[in-house]
């Protein structure tokens, strides 16, 4: 049960268990005083008699009065020679303030009918006396039991809302719009710092500027320089999103409001708009501050994407606070706002405006040296024995995320505990790896070693076809490290160009079908890992054909419309027989390329094998290492800079599985616009 110190006094600890009581206590007694009224009619002590009884003492005159209460209940009171004769001991106290008998009626005509016989003849018979009576106390409860039991639901379901434990109080009713942010406190909690971040250089690079920005606003402010709002960590879950935010909190001292996007998302409406201005009222007054937002796909989403469904309202609006608090609090108040999601492709545009999230920071799976470098800082808390080497660790578990090597770590040590064991030993690691890929290979991408070997030939062939291609565009780095959806990928040094000519296109049809070649060539068989390759190769030969005029049959012509007006989709500007030549031309020059590919790929099948054993071994290669393969490009006039990291203006390409049809669309999309359009 959650209990909440704005009732009453926060500092006094055993007044939890009190509190806990009293509530169920409400209960208790509403129930006792419910059951209690229900028997409060019949439960007086005055004995009820038959109507044989009453006649008796009708006869005998022995009543004084009679009171019929609610038509229902006659209350006999006696006289005096009534009482003397039943009641000879008790004569004072009970004459005429409380009945001595009482009858149930069943109905009040023959009651009254009976009276009458019974008192023939009388000179003063009794007529019983109509009285009306409530019963208070059946009444009063009648009223407040549903109003008890609605709030009692009600308290309930708010409890049920404040799921999640210690979040600052989210499971008092009075604090539903209070942001449930957990606050890491400069005097709180285990510090995290950049050491316990192992890998990841390049984003703990980024983020150590923001740390700068917490720790000397003044340097940045004083040359006119406005310090960012906002960062947005992009990557798989389990890379150490949540932990570098952390760390950069921890380095730079501050106060650290850790919440997930979800925390915003409530049934009622107007609820997530005020938790985030109560988060972001908190940070400012413990500025400088960092703020994080996990998961912010939650409330991020891309706004009006699904006009039909009113549901979205509330992420919309609590969006909408996100983003107006994002630009409300001056540039130099000193609050950060870290958010992380896997999913940047579908936040709202607006979130990555400038002065916003401005800056994105790309967190990935870690490959060979950062697993090795996750392996170290997981294994300083453990006592290991001698045969355990990190290095071979390390290559046992591509595909694994860094929460996934912390897993292993702890799996490992359980298990050398329960083996009794002083140490923790290399098979305890392996059984441990064993069993978190038991547990992965629904969520997570792991590969196995035939698979790492085909996706390295994969990759390879596509690195050799465009290293030995005149016009292709040079390798940079190559890595058989998963990246999202996609198995492998490479990234290559486009030409500024303008013009592509035929060759140029062709030779990238080569190169993209020379992942599937190599797989023919070294493996005999394909397989479905092509599927973006494929389908761009495909765009772009249907592109030279039927729109950029290249192919000889079909001639200058150009079915291009760039008025976007003509509806291809239901008329084709072309005759049907134009249309079977299309089709015809497109897979001849397809096939053709592809038969290249497997050409060259077979020639150079020397350097294809070292080039795709060394992706196997270091999972990540780059140019410099083609040239020693394949030595120098020849055709390469003026020295080609192979920069050793990803940059800006290198382009992509991914090799995704069949199911990511969506994400290779766009990218393919993307790329020959940028390389076909003038
Ligand atoms: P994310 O927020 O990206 O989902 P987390 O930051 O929550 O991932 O990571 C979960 C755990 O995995 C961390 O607490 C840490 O133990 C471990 N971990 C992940 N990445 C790293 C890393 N680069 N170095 C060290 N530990 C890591
Ligand atoms: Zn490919």
């Known amino acids: 049960m959650e209990n909440n110190n704005s009732f009453g006094n926060p500092n006094n600890s055993n007044n939890k268990p009190k509190k806990k009581f009293s509530f169920y206590w409400i209960y208790v007694v509403l129930t006792a005083v419910f059951l209690g009224s229900l028997f409060f009619n019949g439960g007086s002590k005055t004995e009820e008699i038959d109507k044989g009884k009453l006649i008796t003492l009708l006869k005998d005159k022995d009543i004084e009065k009679i009171d019929l209460v609610n038509g229902e209940i006659a209350e006999i009171y ?30 009040v005509e023959r009651f009254e009918q009976d009276l009458e016989t019974a ?40 409890r049920m809302m404040g799921r999640n434990g210690g979040a600052g109080g989210g499971g008092n009713v009075f604090n539903i719009g209070k942001s449930q942010a957990k606050l890491y406190d400069n005097a709180s909690d285990v510090k995290v710092t ?38 947005l960590l992009v990557g798989p879950p389990g890379t150490g999103k949540t932990l570098l935010a952390k760390s950069v909190a921890g380095e730079a001292n501050v106060p ?95 979130l990555m405006r400038a002065g916003r999230f401005d800056r994105q920071i790309y967190v990935e799976l870690p490959d060979l040296i950062g697993r090795k470098e996750i392996f ?33 770590c702890n799996e490992a040590a359980l298990i050398a505990a329960r083996r009794n064991k002083e140490s923790i030993e290399k098979q305890d690691f392996l059984d441990a790896i064993d069993r978190i890929v038991g547990g992965l290979e629904k969520k997570n991408k792991v590969i196995t070693d035939s698979e790492k070997k085909v996706i390295a030939f994969h990759e390879a062939g596509h690195a050799t076809t465009s290293w030995l291609l005149e016009f292709a565009h040079p390798l940079v780095k190559v890595t058989i490290v998963p990246r999202g959806k996609a198995l492998g990928a490479a990234w290559y040094l486009p030409n500024e160009r303008q013009i592509t000519t035929k060759e140029q296109m062709y030779h990238e049809m080569i190169a993209t079908l020379g992942g599937r070649a190599a797989e023919q060539l070294i493996f005999g068989h394909i397989s479905t890992g092509a599927l973006s390759d494929l389908e761009k190769v495909t765009k772009q030969a249907t592109a030279m054909v039927v729109y950029y005029g290249l192919d000889e049959k079909i001639g200058n012509r150009s079915y291009y419309d760039s008025t976007g007006q003509q509806d291809y989709a ?17 897979s001849q020059l397809i096939e053709s390329a592809y038969q290249e590919a497997l ?52 382009t992509s390409q991914q090799d995704n599985e069949s199911e990511s049809k969506s994400e290779s669309e766009s990218k393919s999309e993307s790329e020959s616009k940028s390389e076909s359009e003038s």
């Open 570 to 586: 239901l008329t084709k500007p072309f005759s049907e027989k134009t249309a079977e030549i299309i089709d015809e031309r497109v």
């Open 376 to 408: 170290e800082v997981h294994m300083r808390k453990l006592k290991l024995s001698d045969d355990v080497s990190i290095e071979f660790l390390a290559k046992q578990t591509p595909g694994f995320s860094g929460a996934d090597i912390a897993n292993v």
């Open 78 to 107: 006696l006289n005096e020679s009534g009482l003397q004769k039943y009641f000879p001991n008790e004569r004072s106290s009970s004459f005429n303030s409380t009945p001595n008998y009482t009858l149930r009626i069943g109905s």
């Open 256 to 350: 650290f409001f850790s919440i997930s996007g979800s925390d915003f998302v409530e049934m009622f409406v107007g609820v997530g708009a005020s938790r985030v201005r109560d988060l972001f009222k908190q940070a400012k007054e413990k500025s400088p501050s960092i703020i994080f937002i996990d998961e912010i796909d939650a409330i991020g989403r891309a706004r009006g994407k699904n006009p039909m469904s009113g549901g979205n309202d509330e992420r919309e609006s609590t969006l909408n606070q996100l983003l107006t608090e994002m630009d409300g609090f001056g540039t130099n108040s000193g609050v950060i706002v870290i958010a992380a999601t896997n999913r940047a492709d579908i936040l709202d545009k607006a």
């Open 119 to 158: 008192q023939e003849g009388f000179t003063d018979p009794i007529y019983p006396q109509n009285v009306k009576r409530h019963n208070w106390g059946a009444e009063i409860v009648s009223w407040i039991l549903p109003i008890v039991i609605i709030f009692g639901f009600w308290f309930l379901i708010i």
């Open 194 to 231: 950049f050491k316990d971040v192992a890998g990841l250089e390049e984003a703990k690079e980024e983020v150590m500027e923001v740390v700068d920005f917490l720790k000397n606003p003044g340097r940045y402010t004083k040359l006119g320089g406005k310090i960012p709002k906002g960062v």
């Open 599 to 650: 050409k060259i790929l077979g020639d150079n099948i020397d350097g294809l094998t070292q080039l795709a054993n060394k992706l196997i071994d270091k999972e990540v290669v780059f140019g410099d290492d083609l040239e020693m393969i394949f030595g120098k490009r020849p055709w390469v006039k003026e020295e080609i800079e192979f920069p050793k990291e990803e940059d800006n203006e290198s």
